[in-house]
């Protein structure tokens, strides 16, 4: 039998297989004992992480935005509510190409660069899964094209809301300011960024800003249950949230719109007060500007136009415009004559058309070419000499009028609950040391000495210190709010008059003989403002004032006709009434008008015809009905 090699060894090959299987065996049992480890870990170590976690995919805190404040005038007219809105918002989270979803949305909204950028800066202050809007009041046609086509985006939302509404429109905008979008500014400067969640506006300006505090409310959230696409389904918890609280102004809408409706095409401001409070009863500032456009974000063509205006209708003339006072100042620098002894009441000087500084050629003129010949106290500030106040402001020298007009509250702001306040200039030796590096001239207090010169006041400034004036030194600190509701409670919290000052005469008569000269200005036939004397009911109070905007020349003549608009004499007028038992206050500027007696004391005359007849009438009524 041949040799036949053997091919297979069965017991070698039972061998490697069951090193094979003892093998595997042991790879299974450690990949399973690594298994149930770890499932240990995440079943009983890790139970509450992962649990959290799990709950965090299902459950997620939703902020809930307070209803802002509302704000009222002094008579209950709303200045300010909220109305609603729907808002088109994106949950970053859930969404995997964030430019992809914007273009396809904008196939059927319009969506602006404007909107996008504020998405963007908005989606920097984002808590996680919290929407954030890309459009703030979409209108019922682009609600509709959404709403229908809203099941082809993942992570878009369409949210009802609040937004702020004024419904007054352009009228008494620079006294309440307005709202807009939070930006990174505003991130910067919040003490609690938490309670904005899910708020889109805050206050820019005016009160809207300074009282936002007030007016914001705090924030509240709900607990919500979701689906794998986020979409609620069930409210599981709800802390609601705190309104803000709600503003009543000292503010008499029916005054501010009449007086600004009287200033047409002009340019200019008015304040008004009640002296007795220091409560602001209208704060105009013209021309105006809706302050709607700002709200869900003006468009850069719209901010363009109102930034480039020359008629600047974006700037606060009556809290941050800076003008000379002119001769509204007269009777304050009057009053520091007596005050510091320099003249009496019946000191008079004689004016022939100009005043000559000692061992100087100069002319420093009066209004009134021809002169008025010999004044008293009086009868200068009646009849606006300017002669008798150079004459008076070089005896009194600039270090006493300075100090004296502070006691007014020149050259300092009146500390208004708005912002924006301009503290007005004062000159004084120190000051044209410090800022010109020059000495102080005699020349430059005979100019101060008229209201011209250096010396600058805003409109507020001018109400507040004739204000004071009128109650015989004691000036209130002008505020814009009377009242506060509280909420949730509807507790309401008046608002205190403060004091800012009292100025005590060293004679008691002084205060007398400056507020009869200011009565003459409008009820003698010589006073500058006499031509609203005609049909007045009650005593007024008053001093015009007409400021340069540019110098003359010694030789030369100002004839207005020949000059530009812009470069026209600013006209201004002051007054309080009843000129014995005094209720308002108010100065006004038109500028570029011309003279104050024709232009500016005209409108005063109406104001006050509007804010006192009515006061009279019912006064009459009630006294006729208790008889």
Known sequence: MPYREQLKDNYLETRLIKRRLVLSAVIVLALMSILLARLYVLQVVEHDHFSTLSNSNRVRLKALPPTRGLIYDRNGVV???????????????????????????SEYVKISDYAIKK???????????????????????????????????????????????????????HALGYVGHI????????????????????????LE?????????????????????????????????????????????????LA??????????????????????????????????????????????????TSRPLFNRALTGQYPPGSTTKPIFGLAGLEYSVIGHKHTVYCNGYYLLPNEERRYRDWKKTGHGTMDLNSSIAQSCD????????????????????????????????????????????????????????GETLNTGIGQGALLATPLQLASSIGALSMKGKRFKPHLLKSIDVQPTQEKVDINPEIA??????????????????????????????????????????????????????????????????LRDHALF?????????????????ENGGHGSSVAAPIARQLLDAYLLPKKQDSADKKSGDS
């Open 79 to 105: 200045m300010a509510d909220n109305l609603p809105a729907y808002r088109l918002e994106i949950i970053r989270e859930q969404v995997d190409d964030l430019d992809d979803t914007i273009n396809r949305l």
């Open 119 to 173: 998405f963007r800066q908005s989606s920097q202050r984002r808590r996680p899964f919290e929407g954030v809007p890309l459009l703030l009041n979409m209108s019922d046609e682009e609600l509709a094209t959404l709403a229908v086509n809203l099941h082809k985006f993942e992570g878009v939302e369409i949210n009802a809301r609040l937004t702020r509404n004024y419904p007054l429109g352009k009228h008494a905008v």
């Open 183 to 206: 930006d990174v500014r505003d991130l910067s400067q919040m003490d609690d960024e938490a309670n904005y969640a899910g708020t889109s506006y805050i206050g820019k300006r005016g």
């Open 209 to 257: 800003k300074f009282y936002e505090a007030d007016l914001h409310g705090k924030v509240g959230f709900q607990r919500v249950e979701v689906n794998a696409s986020g979409r609620t389904l069930r409210v599981l918890d709800e802390h609601p949230p705190v309104s803000g609280n709600n503003l009543h102004l000292t503010i008499d809408s029916r005054l501010q719109r």
């Open 260 to 309: 600004e409706d009287m200033f047409s095409n002009e340019a200019g401001s008015v304040v008004a007060l009640d002296p007795r409070n220091g409560e602001i009863l209208a704060l105009v500032s013209m021309p105006s500007f809706d302050p709607n456009l700002f709200v869900d974000g003006i468009s850069y063509k719209d901010y363009g136009e109102l930034r480039n205006s």
């Open 387 to 442: 002669v008798y106040f150079y004459n008076l402001s070089y005896s009194l020298g600039i270090d006493r009028m300075q100090e004296f007009l502070k006691q007014f509250g020149f050259g300092q702001r009146t500390g208004i609950d708005s912002t924006s306040e301009q503290p007005g200039l004062v000159p004084s030796r120190e000051w044209k040391r410090r800022t010109k590096g020059m000495p102080w001239f005699p």
């Open 501 to 566: 000052g009292e100025y005590v005469l060293k004679k008691e008569i002084n205060w007398e003989h400056v507020i009869k000269g200011m009565e003459n200005v409008v009820h003698s036939v010589r006073g500058t403002a006499h031509r609203i004397d005609k049909g007045l009911s009650y005593r007024m109070a008053g001093k015009t004032g007409t400021a340069q905007v540019f110098g003359i020349a010694q030789d030369e003549e100002y004839e207005a006709e020949n000059v530009k608009k812009k």
């Open 574 to 590: 002051v007054a309080f009434a009843p000129a014995r038992d005094p209720t308002i206050a108010i100065a006004v500027i038109v």
